[in-house]
């Protein structure tokens, strides 16, 4: 099989299990369907030459953040499928809205002057841990350190909004 | 520079400091930090400096709006009374220590030099926000407040990394003084046309943390749901810093796409003015007015956005500066009535529940007339000369009829001030005298005489700005 | 000269955008028809993947590594929000035991 049917397949299988995902009722199927959409992305990113960006998008997206749903979602227990209360009106306006963005979207991507190839220039092992590593510890030092106050603060966060309070009911 | 480490640290020893401390002294504690972090920020002045390979910019401005944002910081902090007081609020120590961090991200988004320094000072910002708008935990109200804040904020996060990521594309750099020179060196047709998609994105997700309509309709929910304390961090320093951000980028780097956002920029800030004025005159509650009340001022902040003028820079921060004092008393009354009225009245916190105020507590009626009379922009405020400046930059650049609409609209907002300053004196009521503790009541004083110092000497100010 | 992989050879870069601007717009779609919290927060995390997609491309169509790191950024960053989101979100299951924020209309007088 040619390489460029290899991407179109993918690229519909994205589309189609990223639908999936806001169209199932239960929220459980969403989450699955999430995950093969995480797992679409990573083969994309292995077709793109960034391997480290793959193994990081799988184990981070659809290890860690897609587990953490999982489990507020069994801790709640929605088996029972909740009857959604958007009405149809909005659920039109939003399609509308999403419709013509898409639109726009493509039409001024498709008469476009892309910038040209690199040719001699390129370098395949940008995507490389070795040659990302060189730039996340050097040029981007300072975001690097300054993620670190965005966890403390979401970590601080959870605890404060997720704990029990004194006299709370434990669910 | 320093002040952002300073600020980190501070905020982690605060939380030590909660183990062994009461709530007092913590309190004291932070504004102290919050002063030194600020004398930190001045330090740099006069010193055009990149820091840590070139992603952190200090210039006069960045440290004028870094200022601007701590001071606010700091009255918030002196005004937060409730803390450690009551069953919902018994870890004061996180609350201050989440709020010496959110700004530190407020000052990334006013002194950055790289797209990722803006995103992750924007996340820090937000996160910490998030946090603090739902921190009244059985509080229904609050609840739906911040789940409402936190979609729309990661929702907008999407618009402004598409945005970002559409620019990458097409000048394939993320320092904003590189894409500057690209912007400006290379002509714009034959520049890739999804760069100007994504310029559009980049203005849209942040205006929707600035709140300008269309993508104010989150707003009033959060800021009515929100605690108050909480509702004057978020009017005063999430919209000074995104304002910055914006206005750096937009003026800046954006400058020479000139025809590319003039015209939806303009409509924008027409509509925030009409959408913002006319709603708040319906408003029976004064958290919702105030609400409103902030989204107009984004209206008359985005109308300078396009005047290039060499005083705009001063005149946007003299308006910030004004706004942020009248604002932060308006809530800090607002706290005081509505902790007096809970218990007497269903919803304390509209407009009946100041009635009568001036005949016990001439002090709070008198702080609160004078911040709305800010707020209105009547002469002798500070908010009269924000105006007067943001309305002669934009004039002289001949922009002539949302300058007229902007005027046609502060007249209206003069109206649902003065309902306020009407309850306050001429409508009779029963409110006893409100004890107030000492801290607040510095605080409280010192913000007024601000207000009445820069409506007097204007040059005092902006001579420095 | 090192080869160039050969989907970068044969996919022009406009196919990447257009994939992440479709995936994006079904991210919007998602959240402004979905009432459920947890599927509104997924389609948001669909509109951060196609951006992560988008910049991922740029990246290696251009052999410049900073947009990959900008991609592990944006998901440093999700974490985060993950984390106070699903928190802000079991609070309110607490209070109201449901997580349809239509039932929350408390603020609309």
Known sequence: ???????????????????????????????????????????????LNAQFLMAVNIIVYAGAIMVLFLFVIMMFDLKKNIPESKSSLTKLAGSVVAGTLLVILIAIVRKNNIPAPLGDKFNSQTGMVENLGQVLYGEFLLPFEL???????????????GKREAGERNF | MTAIIALSLFGISNLFLGFWFPRKTIQLVTLLFLVVSMALTVSDWNHELLWFGNMFRTTNTSINFSLIIQLAAFFVVAFSKAFGQDDEHTHPAEYYAIMLFSVVGAILMVSFDHMIVLFVGLEILSVAMYVLTGSDKRNLRSNEAAIKYFLMGSFTTGFLLFGITLVYGATRSFYISNIGTILTTTAPESMP???????????????????????????????????????????????????AALFQLVSGIFGSLYTVWVLPVYFISMLTLVVGNISAVYQQSVKRMLAFSSISHAGYLILTVSSKQISTTSSILYYSLSYTLATVVAFAV???????????????????SFEGLAKNNPGLALCFSISMLSLAGIPLTAG?????????????????????????????????YF???????????????????????MALWACTLGTIILGIYPSLVKSVF | MQSIPEIIRTIPLTNYIMLSSALFCIGILGVLTRRNAIIVFMAIELMLNAVNLLLAAFSSYYSDPSGQIFVFFIMAVAAAEVAVGLAIIVMIYRNIQSIDIGVLNKLKN
């Not at chain 1, 670190?148 to 909004?161: Q, R």
């Not at chain 2, 930059?393 to 502060?410: E, G, Q």
């Not at chain 2, 309850?423 to 607040?440: D, N």
């Open chain 2, 419 to 441: 309902k306020g300053i009407i309850a306050v004196y001429l409508k009779a009521g029963e409110i006893e005298k409100i004890e107030v503790p000492t801290l607040f009541k």
């Open chain 2, 334 to 352: 607002l706290i005081l009535v509505s902790e007096y009225q809970s218990a007497r009245v269903e919803k304390p916190e509209n407009f009946s």
């Open chain 1, 1 to 47: 099989m040619e390489i460029s049917n290899i991407w179109y397949f993918l690229s519909a299988l994205t589309l189609l299990s990223a639908l999936m995902v806001i169209m199932s009722k239960n929220p459980i199927h969403s989450v699955l369907y999430l995950v093969f959409t995480f797992f679409c992305i990573s083969a994309h990113y292995v077709l």
């Open chain 2, 384 to 416: 009269f000369w924000g105006k007067f400046f943001i309305f002669s930059d934009t004039f002289s650049r001949n922009i002539i009829y949302p300058v007229i609409l902007a005027i046609l609209m502060s007249a209206v907002g003069i109206y649902y």
């Open chain 2, 193 to 243: 046309s999804f760069l100007f998609i994504g310029v559009l994105l980049i203005i849209v997700g942040l205006l929707f943390k600035v709140s300008a309509a269309p993508f104010h309709f989150w707003t009033p929910d959060v800021y009515e749901g929100a605690p108050t304390i909480f509702t004057m961090f978020m009017s005063t320093i999430v919209k000074t810093a995104s304002f």
């Open chain 1, 147 to 161: 993620v670190s106050i965005l966890f403390f603060v979401a970590m601080v966060g959870a605890v404060l909004l």
